[in-house]
Every structure is written in C-alpha cells, then in structure tokens.
C-alpha cells in the first residue's frame, strides 16, 4: 500500500473528494476506502492510465453509478445507467441474469486513441459457472470484453481486448477475484488477481463501435438476451494497456481498497 498522505490532515487527495462529493458518500469507512484507492493508484503511476473506474460504493444504484475518474452525471462523463433488475449493496452490484445490465457508455472505438494499447477490468465476488458475458461490446465479430468461467465453455475464461481473437484461461477453477484483459501491441493478457494466467500474440483488429455494458454484452448496440450476468462485481475499469508490473500493481491497490470495506474474496 502506498504511504497516504493525507491520511495525517483534514483534507482527502481532491479526486477522491470530488467523487466523495458527487455521490454522496458519507461514511468514513467509505470515504478513506476511496481516498486509499485514488492515493495509491497515483503512486503506482497508473491513475493517469484509467479512463473510467467504477467502485461501487455507497450501496445504491446513485452511488454505484459513478465514474471515480470524472464524476459528472453525463454520458459523456461514462457514468452507468442501469436497466432491468439489479440489485445494490455494500457488496456492490449484481444483475438478475434476466434483463439486468449497465451502460457504461464508452464506445472504445471513440475513446482509444489507438487500437492495440487498453484494458478492462472487474472483480468478480461470487463463484459461478454461467452463460454470461461480464463486460463488453462488440460489432458481431470484433470484441473488447471479458467473460469469466464460461459455463458453455468448459468453465474457462476470456479475454477479446479490440480483437476477433481471443485469449483463455482454461478452465478456470473458480470466479473469484480481479480479472484484467489487457492489451500492449500485440500482447494480448488475462490476469486473475496478481498472477497471468493466460497470454497470446494476435494483432488488433477493430474497435468495437458501440458501449460497453456491464452485467451484459452490448451487441450492435442491444444487449444480448441470453448473455445477463448475475454475478456480484466490486469493481471495475477501463483504461490504456498494463504492463505486468502494473496489473500486479493495481490488483493490490483494489483488493486493499476491497478488503476496507470487508468485501474482499
């Protein structure tokens, strides 16, 4: 963990607060849980590297939509809006698996400036084996996404990171923990927790043109009706490509973050 210096004033690191602020968020647990959160991510050098963070704290649907990144109640600020049945807590978010899942509204092919240099991320709280897709988008055959111990597919997961081509870890013993799909150059990872658990060379193809949802697969812009999660996420991201030291970097930054308010696996 990173040394926080805040810690010893009255005054929290100011993205924390203005995120603090624009939630809402008024217990302390939560407060210095975020504050951690942003102070130790800057201090690993990849705050600057995120384009939206979801934290999924406070324990509503006000407060679980919020982009800690840039908390404006706009689209273009990639705040989520959720559809369907969700249900919030102090555990975080979870989808029916029937009609539930969150718009994130960044488009990657708007949003990255080139094709083959992001990431995503969630944490995932439950273990199961479903027919889902976490996180993603796609325009039919070019992905940004994560799916997490495919119940289909032999319970392995994936990664498609602005590609056709995909990246397994297989099988996957269990769906528990961070996952990051992550690309830089034609390095395409999946990292569960601190570890790699699966790489393989491909070129980017093709920046999906359409948002990416949580809970959900947007396809062509509709949410795919046999893909709704309901697995329990903590967290999630989207940024610019990781390098190894750097994903292992952040899993500990968000599994302290997770572990303050008692909700880490």
Do not use: C
């Given at each position: 963990?990173?040394?926080?210096?805040?810690?010893?004033?009255?005054?929290?690191?100011?993205?924390?607060?203005?995120?603090?602020?624009?939630?809402?968020?008024?217990?302390?647990?939560?407060?210095?849980?975020?504050?951690?959160?942003?102070?130790?991510m800057?201090?690993?050098?990849?705050?600057?590297?995120?384009?939206?963070?979801?934290?999924?704290?406070?324990?509503?649907?006000?407060?679980?939509?919020?982009?800690l990144?840039?908390?404006?109640?706009?689209?273009?600020?990639?705040?989520?809006?959720?559809?369907?049945?969700?249900?919030?807590?102090?555990?975080?978010?979870?989808?029916?698996?029937?009609?539930?899942?969150?718009?994130?509204?960044?488009?990657?092919?708007?949003?990255?400036?080139?094709?083959?240099?992001?990431?995503?991320?969630?944490?995932?709280?439950?273990?199961?084996?479903?027919?889902?897709v976490?996180?993603?988008?796609?325009?039919?055959?070019?992905?940004?996404?994560?799916?997490?111990?495919?119940?289909?597919?032999?319970?392995?997961?994936y990664?498609?990171?602005?590609?056709?081509?995909?990246?397994?870890?297989?099988?996957?013993?269990?769906?528990?923990?961070?996952?990051?799909?992550?690309?830089?150059?034609?390095?395409?990872?999946?990292?569960?927790?601190?570890?790699?658990?699966?790489?393989?060379?491909?070129?980017?193809?093709?920046?999906?043109?359409?948002?990416?949802?949580?809970?959900?697969?947007?396809?062509?812009?509709?949410?795919?009706?046999?893909l709704?999660?309901?697995?329990?996420?903590?967290?999630?991201?989207?940024?610019?490509?990781?390098?190894?030291?750097?994903?292992?970097?952040?899993?500990?930054?968000?599994?302290?973050?997770?572990?303050?308010?008692?909700?880490?696996?």
């Amino acid at each position: 963990m990173i040394i926080n210096p805040y810690v010893f004033g009255a005054a929290f690191d100011p993205d924390a607060q203005a995120f603090i602020t624009a939630a809402g968020i008024t217990d302390n647990t939560q407060k210095t849980a975020i504050n951690t959160l942003v102070v130790d991510m800057k201090g690993y050098g990849i705050w600057t590297k995120m384009k939206a963070i979801y934290p999924f704290v406070g324990g509503t649907a006000t407060t679980h939509k919020w982009n800690l990144k840039d908390p404006r109640d706009l689209d273009a600020a990639f705040r989520i809006a959720f559809a369907g049945g969700f249900t919030h807590d102090s555990n975080g978010i979870q989808g029916n698996g029937v009609n539930g899942y969150g718009d994130t509204f960044f488009n990657p092919n708007t949003q990255f400036s080139v094709i083959d240099n992001a990431h995503l991320s969630v944490y995932s709280r439950l273990n199961q084996s479903q027919t889902d897709v976490d996180f993603g988008s796609t325009n039919g055959s070019d992905v940004f996404a994560l799916t997490i111990r495919r119940a289909d597919l032999s319970n392995n997961t994936y990664t498609f990171v602005n590609s056709s081509n995909f990246t397994a870890y297989t099988p996957d013993p269990n769906s528990l923990g961070l996952y990051i799909g992550n690309r830089i150059g034609t390095a395409q990872k999946l990292f569960k927790n601190s570890s790699l658990v699966a790489n393989s060379t491909n070129a980017a193809t093709v920046r999906p043109n359409f948002t990416i949802f949580i809970a959900g697969y947007n396809v062509g812009g509709l949410p795919n009706s046999g893909l709704y999660s309901n697995k329990q996420y903590a967290f999630a991201s989207i940024g610019d490509g990781l390098t190894d030291t750097e994903a292992g970097n952040f899993y500990t930054a968000v599994q302290n973050f997770n572990t303050t308010l008692t909700r880490n696996v």
